[in-house]
């Protein structure tokens, strides 16, 4: 039973059948089927060029100027401004690069369902979540043994709040309510959505993407970042969801679509995550640590250039 406070005057939760009719009437997203092949091919090329790269880029006007906002910011600490897309790919790298083509499109696309709901809701604070778990699951599951060689691992952290987006156009008055409704964590928030819809927004957003075929790593991760000791195969990317959601919650960048209670320093270490990541205490859970520190101060600077 969930100690949270509910609203007092709560429906009983929707059927499957209606909660699947109303995910299915949302706009699908054509971004998530299609995420920039053509420069996601390039920067995968041992042997592409800055000025190819940049050629790709400048076609994309949203991505262009996501990219010289980025390389400008803070974090790169340049003394003069950089204006040229080719001089901001060699400052950036590759990998960065890749984690802007895929981001740029996905927020672009959302930005504009946003504009079709009526609610002024807090759709910022969710993306720079979004996008901040996105590069702590990039960190994390790279100080494993656990090899990616694709962007699943930034992508499982780019959409695991996807079904909070869902919900604003599915299941408006209940996020409204769930909005006002305090919790201890983020489980628990996890029991006041399937009280008070029937699903949380975990399994929201997994059907939501599995109708975009999606692969099954990602819908899966998206599925179980609550509770990825639940989920039937690919615990690994679930598992590094669950422990970055936890450290960007930590570090104050909390989503602004719940009233979740502040995560304490090092309470990840007791996630049903951590220990499917790292097991009991081991060099890669130093190496782990150690890494997620240095991002945590990198972080504000790198939203910045993204949002």
């Known amino acids: 039973m969930s100690t949270a406070t509910l609203a007092p005057s709560i429906a009983a939760p929707y059927s499957d059948t209606e909660i699947r009719k109303r995910i299915e009437s949302c706009p699908k997203l054509a971004s998530l089927g299609s995420i920039n092949r053509a420069l996601g091919e390039l920067v995968r090329s041992d042997q592409s060029l800055n000025s190819q790269i940049a050629d790709v880029i400048r076609r994309d006007p949203s991505l262009s100027a996501r990219l010289l906002r980025m390389v400008n910011s803070v ?19 590759l990998r960065q690069i890749r984690e802007l083509s895929v981001a740029t499109p996905v927020l672009e696309e959302v930005d504009l369902l946003q504009k079709k709901t009526a609610a002024a809701l807090p759709w910022k604070d969710l993306w720079s979540h979004s996008l ?122 909390t989503g602004g679509f719940e009233q979740v209670s502040p995560v304490a320093a090092d309470a990840w270490l007791d996630l049903p995550g951590w220990n499917i990541l790292y097991g009991a205490d081991s060099a890669e859970a130093v190496l782990a640590r150690a890494s997620i520190s240095n991002t945590l101060q990198r972080l504000p600077s790198m939203l910045q250039g993204l949002l």
Not at 79 to 86: C, D, K, P, Y
Not at 164 to 176: G, Q, S, T
Request: proline content about 4%; glycine content about 6%.
């Open 132 to 253: 901040a778990t996105a590069i702590l699951t990039r960190e994390i599951l790279a100080s494993t043994s656990f090899q990616v060689d694709d962007d699943t691992d930034y992508l499982v952290g780019l959409l695991h709040n996807v079904g909070k987006v869902v919900m604003a156009h599915a299941f408006p008055a209940e996020l409204r309510t769930l909005m006002k409704s305090p919790a201890a964590t983020p489980t628990e928030f996890c029991e006041l959505e399937r009280e008070i819809i029937g699903w949380d927004h975990g399994q929201i957003g997994a059907y939501f993407i599995e109708r975009h075929q999606i692969s099954e790593e990602i819908v899966l991760a998206v599925r179980h970042h609550n509770h990825p000791e639940q989920a039937p195969a690919h615990q690994n990317f679930a598992a590094a969801v669950q422990v970055a959601d936890h450290i960007v919650r930590h570090s104050g960048i």
């Open 75 to 93: 974090y790169f600490g340049l003394s003069t401004r950089v204006n040229s897309i080719e001089e901001a790919v060699f400052f950036l790298g």
